[in-house]
């Protein structure tokens, strides 16, 4: 008798055991929900100020950018990692609604990619971090050529990234602080245009 | 003495248990007309290196050893396919954005210069699976092509 409450108590055991490790732990597959919509209920709300609104989203954007870039130019791993992910949120919360068609489908797309880049970030080592970075930017550099921009930005350029490919991104300052190769060779580059 | 027998029949007792917990296998009998092979010409030795190296964790068909279907490995597998759906199907490539499309051939072409694809555990199975010199350069090379002719 003894014996088999003690099968069953260890039955249970395990059962308990395995539905706690079990891989089924719940929506882990539904793709990650855009976060558009929660966070601009008011811009949705209040159409005046829609225009505006957009533009604040730009700027958000190019604000998290730019503080990601600062932490690469640091090569700052942790750091740049945090700052993907809050990247991505923002980039999330772009609210295009107020947009031609075109310019939407436009900026949809240059969203999903970019999203997808700062999730990378979020989760990479320094070198992938880079990579991501470079295409991010040019990403950044396309909404930015239909979304247009209150303050000036510099489209600056290092030829010797990636064994000499060259790689572009954006900064409020004229001044170089390359974020490709940080210490060694900050100040490799060039401003290769001005967005205003 | 008393204890390790415990720990081993439960041990036993959670490996039968586990078998009872369902699997999705991801498995599909068409290709779809987005498929990466149905939209851009592919040469038939590269289709044939993709379908081996990348198809069962990149697409919605894998091909499933018989060990994946007992737990826990199933359960593991799963994951990992989930994973590597989420980051890349070719099955869906027609609906990539060219600008995702692209973003999607550079990760390619550096994950397979840097050795990080096909993943180890998977090839340490699936010897077939491994990539050689030469195939790297074949893939790397037509994937380049590829994503020059997008931009």
Redesign the interface.
């Known amino acids: 008798m003894k014996t088999v409450k003690r099968?069953i108590g260890?039955?249970a055991?395990?059962?308990i055991?395995?539905l706690t490790v079990?891989?089924?732990d719940g929506n882990?597959?539904e793709?990650a929900a855009p976060m558009s919509n929660e966070m601009h209920q008011e811009s949705m709300d209040d159409k005046d100020n829609m225009a505006m609104n957009d533009n604040q989203d730009a700027k958000a954007v190019l604000q998290d950018y730019f503080k990601l870039k600062d932490a690469l130019v640091e090569t700052n791993n942790d750091k740049a990692k945090q700052l993907g992910a809050t990247l991505a949120s923002t980039l999330g919360s772009f609210d295009a609604s107020s947009y031609s068609d075109n310019e939407q489908q436009e900026l949809k797309?240059?969203l999903?990619?970019a999203i997808?880049?700062a999730e990378h970030i979020s989760e990479s080592d320094m070198a992938h971090q880079r990579?991501h970075f470079k295409?991010l930017s040019k990403?950044v550099t396309d909404m930015v050529a239909i979304t247009g921009t209150e303050m000036k930005i510099y489209e600056q350029f290092c030829p010797m990234y990636k064994n000499n490919e060259g790689g572009a991104w954006l900064s409020m300052n004229e001044e170089i602080r390359n974020p490709y190769f940080g210490d060694k060779m900050l100040k490799c580059g060039k401003v290769q245009r001005e967005i205003n | 003495m008393k204890f390790i027998k415990?720990i081993a029949?439960?041990a036993l007792?959670?490996l039968i248990?586990?078998q009872f917990?369902?699997i999705t296998l991801n498995e599909s009998d068409t290709v779809p007309q987005s498929d990466f092979m149905v939209e851009n010409q592919v040469p038939a030795t590269i289709k044939n290196r993709l379908q081996v190296s990348c198809y069962d964790c990149h697409s919605n068909n894998t091909d499933y050893p018989w060990y994946s279907k007992i737990q826990?490995a199933a359960?593991?597998l799963?994951?990992h396919i989930?994973e590597g759906k989420?980051e890349l199907n070719f099955n869906e490539w027609a609906e990539y954005?060219?600008?995702?499309k692209?973003?999607k051939l550079?990760s390619i072409i550096?994950q397979i210069e840097e050795d990080k694809m096909p993943l180890d555990s998977y090839t340490l199975i699936h010897k077939d699976a491994i990539l050689s010199d030469e195939d790297k350069r074949v893939i790397i090379d037509y994937m380049t092509a590829l994503k020059d002719s997008l931009e």
């Open positions: 099968t260890t039955m055991l395990a059962a055991m395995v079990s891989c089924k882990k597959n793709p797309d240059i999903e990619d997808e880049h990579e295409i990403d | 415990i029949w439960l007792v959670a248990v586990i917990f369902p826990p359960c593991y799963e994951d989930q989420d954005s060219d600008r995702r692209n973003s550079r550096s």
